[in-house]
């Protein structure tokens, strides 16, 4: 029984010292007290040419820097400059008509709820590895 004992107890400590070799922390593998290294953060350029679609209903991608902008209940900046009371000034391309349409195809006087949210859909880039392994391969012209 004694032994039996000794065995679980040594048994765990193994498997708990085998896990905490693993295991790195988001600090890296450093002393406590050495300086953490600074993290580097994707560059999103600030401004470049629209993007290439990559299939016919793709939502294109946002060739700008998003972090500044504010989306919330009361003000939606992207609609300052896409809207379609707003694009010319800005000279920004407009929101298509069917970000007006409700799921049943009704056009309605304002953004639809279901398109409000812009990067639900549209996405910044950045000069960045991707993160998965992607084998998408467009159809027709676009995969030419
Ligand atoms: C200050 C004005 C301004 C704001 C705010 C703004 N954009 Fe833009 N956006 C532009 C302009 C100008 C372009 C066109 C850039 C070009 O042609 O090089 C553009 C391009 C785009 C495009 C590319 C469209 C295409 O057909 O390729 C998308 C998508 C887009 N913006 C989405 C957004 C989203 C989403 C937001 C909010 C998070 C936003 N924009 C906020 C001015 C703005
Ligand atoms: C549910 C997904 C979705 C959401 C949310 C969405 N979009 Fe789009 N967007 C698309 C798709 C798909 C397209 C391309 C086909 C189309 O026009 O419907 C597009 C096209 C665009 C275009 C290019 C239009 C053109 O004629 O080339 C702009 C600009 C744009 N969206 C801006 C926005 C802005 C600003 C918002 C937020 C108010 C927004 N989108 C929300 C999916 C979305």
Redesign the pocket.
């Known amino acids: 029984m004694k032994g039996k004992f000794v065995v679980s107890v040594l048994l765990a400590a193994g498997v708990s010292v085998a896990a905490f070799a693993e295991v790195t922390s988001l600090r890296g593998d450093q002393e406590i007290g050495a300086n953490n290294e600074v993290a580097t953060i994707k560059q999103v350029p600030k401004k470049q040419d629209r993007l290439a679609l990559d299939y016919v ?4 991608l946002i060739p700008h820097s998003t972090d500044q902008v504010q ?1 919330n209940p009361s003000n ?1 900046g ?2 300052e ?3 379609v009371d707003k694009y010319r000034k800005a000279g ?8 007006y349409m409700d799921r049943d195809n009704k056009m309605l006087g304002d ?1 639809a709820p ?5 990067l ?3 996405v910044t880039q950045a000069d960045a590895a991707p993160m998965v392994e992607n084998t998408f391969e467009p159809a027709g012209k676009f995969g030419e």
Do not use: G
């Not at 279901?114 to 812009?118: D, K, N, P, S």
């Open positions: 209903n793709q939502p294109p989306i939606n992207c609609l400059c896409h809207d920004a391309p407009r929101v298509s008509p069917t970000h953004v279901r398109r409000y949210f812009c639900q859909c549209h």
